[in-house]
Protein backbone atom coordinates (compact mmCIF):
# COMPACT_ATOMS: atom_id res chain seq x y z
CA UNK A 1 0.00 0.00 0.00
CA UNK A 2 1.46 3.64 -0.74
CA UNK A 3 1.80 6.35 1.14
CA UNK A 4 -1.02 8.21 -0.69
CA UNK A 5 -3.37 4.94 0.06
CA UNK A 6 -2.78 5.56 4.07
CA UNK A 7 -4.59 7.97 5.97
CA UNK A 8 -2.36 10.59 7.54
CA UNK A 9 -2.43 12.07 11.23
CA UNK A 10 -0.72 15.07 12.02
CA UNK A 11 0.53 15.37 15.67
CA UNK A 12 1.51 18.75 17.05
CA UNK A 13 3.70 18.67 19.70
CA UNK A 14 4.58 14.84 19.90
CA UNK A 15 7.88 14.52 20.71
CA UNK A 16 6.72 13.12 24.01
CA UNK A 17 3.32 12.69 26.56
CA UNK A 18 -0.10 12.82 25.57
CA UNK A 19 1.61 13.75 21.90
CA UNK A 20 3.89 10.24 21.40
CA UNK A 21 1.24 8.24 22.57
CA UNK A 22 -1.38 9.72 19.75
CA UNK A 23 1.39 9.53 17.33
CA UNK A 24 2.04 5.89 18.56
CA UNK A 25 -1.64 5.24 18.83
CA UNK A 26 -2.68 6.13 15.34
CA UNK A 27 0.59 4.16 14.07
CA UNK A 28 -0.89 1.13 15.21
CA UNK A 29 -3.82 1.75 13.41
CA UNK A 30 -2.33 1.85 9.79
CA UNK A 31 -2.12 5.49 9.92
CA UNK A 32 0.91 7.22 8.72
CA UNK A 33 1.98 10.20 11.04
CA UNK A 34 3.62 13.51 10.92
CA UNK A 35 5.78 14.10 14.48
CA UNK A 36 6.25 17.66 14.85
CA UNK A 37 7.79 19.73 18.03
CA UNK A 38 9.76 22.94 18.69
CA UNK A 39 12.66 22.32 21.12
CA UNK A 40 12.59 18.63 21.51
CA UNK A 41 14.47 17.13 19.49
CA UNK A 42 15.85 14.17 21.02
CA UNK A 43 12.63 12.82 22.20
CA UNK A 44 10.81 13.56 18.96
CA UNK A 45 13.35 11.51 17.07
CA UNK A 46 12.43 8.76 19.37
CA UNK A 47 8.93 8.90 18.84
CA UNK A 48 9.76 8.69 14.87
CA UNK A 49 11.57 5.35 15.97
CA UNK A 50 9.09 3.50 17.84
CA UNK A 51 6.40 5.14 15.34
CA UNK A 52 8.50 3.28 12.45
CA UNK A 53 8.80 -0.09 14.32
CA UNK A 54 5.27 0.21 14.09
CA UNK A 55 4.85 0.68 10.22
CA UNK A 56 4.41 4.02 9.90
CA UNK A 57 6.04 6.46 7.40
CA UNK A 58 6.99 9.18 9.21
CA UNK A 59 7.74 12.62 8.57
CA UNK A 60 9.73 15.02 11.43
CA UNK A 61 8.85 18.36 11.23
CA UNK A 62 10.53 20.88 13.77
CA UNK A 63 7.94 23.93 14.00
CA UNK A 64 6.89 26.78 16.28
CA UNK A 65 3.19 26.60 15.85
CA UNK A 66 3.10 29.89 17.51
CA UNK A 67 4.82 31.08 13.80
CA UNK A 68 2.33 30.80 11.34
CA UNK A 69 4.42 30.96 8.05
CA UNK A 70 6.52 28.43 9.88
CA UNK A 71 2.54 25.84 10.03
CA UNK A 72 2.06 26.99 6.89
CA UNK A 73 5.53 25.28 5.59
CA UNK A 74 5.06 22.09 7.61
CA UNK A 75 1.15 21.86 5.99
CA UNK A 76 3.44 22.38 2.81
CA UNK A 77 5.76 19.75 3.70
CA UNK A 78 2.74 16.94 4.63
CA UNK A 79 1.07 17.91 1.16
CA UNK A 80 4.01 17.11 -1.27
CA UNK A 81 5.12 13.69 1.26
CA UNK A 82 1.98 12.04 1.20
CA UNK A 83 -0.64 14.21 -0.57
CA UNK A 84 -3.18 14.26 2.44
CA UNK A 85 -3.85 14.95 5.48
CA UNK A 86 -7.20 13.07 7.75
CA UNK A 87 -6.48 13.72 11.40
CA UNK A 88 -4.59 16.90 12.84
CA UNK A 89 -4.16 16.65 16.60
CA UNK A 90 -3.72 20.08 18.12
CA UNK A 91 -1.86 18.95 21.33
CA UNK A 92 1.42 21.62 21.22
CA UNK A 93 0.95 23.58 24.66
CA UNK A 94 3.02 25.73 27.14
CA UNK A 95 2.50 27.03 30.39
CA UNK A 96 4.03 28.75 33.68
CA UNK A 97 3.38 27.41 36.87
CA UNK A 98 2.65 30.74 38.57
CA UNK A 99 0.11 31.21 41.68
CA UNK A 100 -3.34 32.70 40.42
CA UNK A 101 -2.97 35.42 43.24
CA UNK A 102 0.36 36.66 42.38
CA UNK A 103 -1.14 38.86 39.33
CA UNK A 104 2.65 40.87 38.73
CA UNK A 105 4.05 37.75 38.08
CA UNK A 106 1.65 37.15 35.07
CA UNK A 107 4.00 39.41 32.80
CA UNK A 108 2.74 40.63 29.33
CA UNK A 109 5.48 38.13 27.85
CA UNK A 110 4.63 35.41 29.77
CA UNK A 111 1.06 36.24 29.09
CA UNK A 112 1.38 36.20 25.28
CA UNK A 113 3.66 33.77 24.47
CA UNK A 114 0.77 31.22 26.66
CA UNK A 115 -1.88 32.37 24.25
CA UNK A 116 -0.04 32.59 20.94
CA UNK A 117 1.20 29.05 21.59
CA UNK A 118 -2.07 26.83 23.12
CA UNK A 119 -5.01 29.23 21.07
CA UNK A 120 -3.44 31.08 18.04
CA UNK A 121 -1.07 28.03 17.52
CA UNK A 122 -4.02 25.64 17.34
CA UNK A 123 -5.52 28.49 15.27
CA UNK A 124 -2.87 28.40 12.59
CA UNK A 125 -2.55 24.52 12.13
CA UNK A 126 -6.55 24.48 11.64
CA UNK A 127 -6.37 27.06 9.35
CA UNK A 128 -3.32 26.07 7.23
CA UNK A 129 -4.62 22.65 7.23
CA UNK A 130 -7.87 23.09 6.21
CA UNK A 131 -8.03 22.66 3.07
CA UNK A 132 -5.92 19.25 2.76
CA UNK A 133 -8.28 18.07 5.39
CA UNK A 134 -11.64 18.67 3.15
CA UNK A 135 -10.68 17.03 0.49
CA UNK A 136 -11.54 13.94 2.24
CA UNK A 137 -13.19 14.77 5.12
CA UNK A 138 -11.26 15.26 8.16
CA UNK A 139 -11.20 15.36 11.79
CA UNK A 140 -9.41 17.88 14.25
CA UNK A 141 -9.13 17.33 17.68
CA UNK A 142 -7.73 19.95 20.05
CA UNK A 143 -6.08 18.55 23.63
CA UNK A 144 -7.42 21.38 26.07
CA UNK A 145 -7.90 20.40 29.32
CA UNK A 146 -10.48 20.94 32.57
CA UNK A 147 -8.45 24.14 33.79
CA UNK A 148 -10.43 25.81 30.51
CA UNK A 149 -13.97 24.48 32.10
CA UNK A 150 -13.07 25.24 36.01
CA UNK A 151 -10.29 28.13 35.69
CA UNK A 152 -8.27 26.38 38.13
CA UNK A 153 -4.77 25.43 36.38
CA UNK A 154 -1.20 26.17 36.26
CA UNK A 155 -1.64 30.05 35.54
CA UNK A 156 -4.36 32.17 34.71
CA UNK A 157 -2.93 32.51 31.27
CA UNK A 158 -3.31 28.72 30.86
CA UNK A 159 -6.92 28.56 31.91
CA UNK A 160 -7.55 31.85 29.94
CA UNK A 161 -6.14 29.81 26.90
CA UNK A 162 -8.00 26.63 27.23
CA UNK A 163 -11.01 28.33 27.93
CA UNK A 164 -10.08 30.28 24.48
CA UNK A 165 -9.59 27.11 23.08
CA UNK A 166 -12.73 25.21 24.30
CA UNK A 167 -15.29 27.84 22.48
CA UNK A 168 -12.85 28.06 19.34
CA UNK A 169 -13.17 24.28 18.99
CA UNK A 170 -17.29 24.91 18.66
CA UNK A 171 -16.75 27.75 16.51
CA UNK A 172 -14.52 26.06 13.73
CA UNK A 173 -16.85 23.28 14.32
CA UNK A 174 -19.47 25.40 12.63
CA UNK A 175 -17.12 27.19 10.18
CA UNK A 176 -15.71 23.85 8.84
CA UNK A 177 -18.32 21.65 8.58
CA UNK A 178 -19.58 19.67 6.93
CA UNK A 179 -16.31 18.28 5.56
CA UNK A 180 -14.54 18.38 9.00
CA UNK A 181 -15.55 17.86 12.40
CA UNK A 182 -13.75 19.61 15.16
CA UNK A 183 -13.82 18.55 18.69
CA UNK A 184 -11.56 18.66 22.04
CA UNK A 185 -10.26 16.62 24.60
CA UNK A 186 -9.98 17.71 28.48
CA UNK A 187 -7.55 16.13 30.60
CA UNK A 188 -7.89 16.60 34.26
CA UNK A 189 -4.26 16.13 35.59
CA UNK A 190 -1.69 13.63 33.90
CA UNK A 191 1.00 11.57 34.54
CA UNK A 192 3.96 13.00 32.84
CA UNK A 193 7.10 15.34 32.70
CA UNK A 194 4.56 17.85 32.69
CA UNK A 195 3.73 18.54 36.27
CA UNK A 196 6.51 16.38 37.43
CA UNK A 197 9.26 18.67 36.00
CA UNK A 198 7.14 21.88 35.48
CA UNK A 199 6.61 22.01 39.11
CA UNK A 200 7.80 19.80 40.83
CA UNK A 201 7.08 20.50 43.93
CA UNK A 202 3.24 19.58 43.49
CA UNK A 203 2.55 15.75 44.41
CA UNK A 204 0.09 14.73 41.37
CA UNK A 205 -1.19 11.96 44.09
CA UNK A 206 -2.85 14.45 46.96
CA UNK A 207 -4.41 16.29 43.43
CA UNK A 208 -6.56 13.35 42.75
CA UNK A 209 -7.13 11.90 45.79
CA UNK A 210 -10.51 13.03 46.49
CA UNK A 211 -11.64 12.42 42.54
CA UNK A 212 -14.29 9.21 41.83
CA UNK A 213 -11.58 7.91 40.37
CA UNK A 214 -8.54 8.93 42.34
CA UNK A 215 -5.74 8.39 39.94
CA UNK A 216 -4.32 11.30 37.33
CA UNK A 217 -4.54 10.16 33.37
CA UNK A 218 -1.86 8.73 31.53
CA UNK A 219 -1.05 9.79 28.23
CA UNK A 220 -2.52 6.67 26.75
CA UNK A 221 -5.87 7.54 28.54
CA UNK A 222 -6.23 10.82 26.92
CA UNK A 223 -5.08 9.14 23.30
CA UNK A 224 -7.98 7.01 23.50
CA UNK A 225 -10.18 9.40 23.81
CA UNK A 226 -8.42 11.54 20.83
CA UNK A 227 -8.89 8.21 18.32
CA UNK A 228 -12.36 8.17 19.28
CA UNK A 229 -12.83 11.51 18.04
CA UNK A 230 -10.80 10.99 14.59
CA UNK A 231 -11.81 7.64 14.18
CA UNK A 232 -14.45 6.03 16.35
CA UNK A 233 -17.55 8.27 15.57
CA UNK A 234 -18.70 9.89 12.32
CA UNK A 235 -21.80 12.28 14.11
CA UNK A 236 -19.25 14.45 16.76
CA UNK A 237 -18.61 17.68 16.31
CA UNK A 238 -17.77 20.48 18.51
CA UNK A 239 -17.90 18.64 21.40
CA UNK A 240 -15.54 18.97 24.78
CA UNK A 241 -15.15 15.53 26.13
CA UNK A 242 -12.99 15.52 29.61
CA UNK A 243 -10.87 13.16 30.85
CA UNK A 244 -10.63 13.53 34.24
CA UNK A 245 -11.50 11.12 36.31
CA UNK A 246 -14.45 12.88 37.78
CA UNK A 247 -13.10 15.84 38.42
CA UNK A 248 -15.51 18.39 36.93
CA UNK A 249 -18.57 16.58 38.27
CA UNK A 250 -18.85 19.08 41.08
Same mark, same amino acid.
Given at each position: ?6 ? !? %? ?13 ? @?? +? ?6 ? =? =??? #???? $???? $? ?19 ? /??? @? ?8 ? *? ?6 ? =?? /?????? /? ?20 ? /? ?26 ? =? %????? #?? *? ?36 ? #? ?12 ? *?? !? ?17 ? !?? +? ?11 ? #????? $?? @??
Amino acid at each position: MSSKERP !V %ALVTGSATGVGRACV @LQ +FAARGYDV =V =VNY #SRSA $QEAT $QTVLKAKSLGAEVLLVQCDVA /NDS @LVQEMIESIK *SQFGRLDV =VV /NNAATT /NFIDHADLEAMTEEIWDRILAV /NLKGAFFVTRAAAALLKSGGGSVVNISS =V %AGITG #SG *SSVAYCASKGALNTMTKSLARALAPGIRVNAVCPGPID #SRWIREGNPGASIE *SM !VADYPLPKASTPDDIADAV !VF +FSVGTSMATGQLL #SIDGG $QT @LG
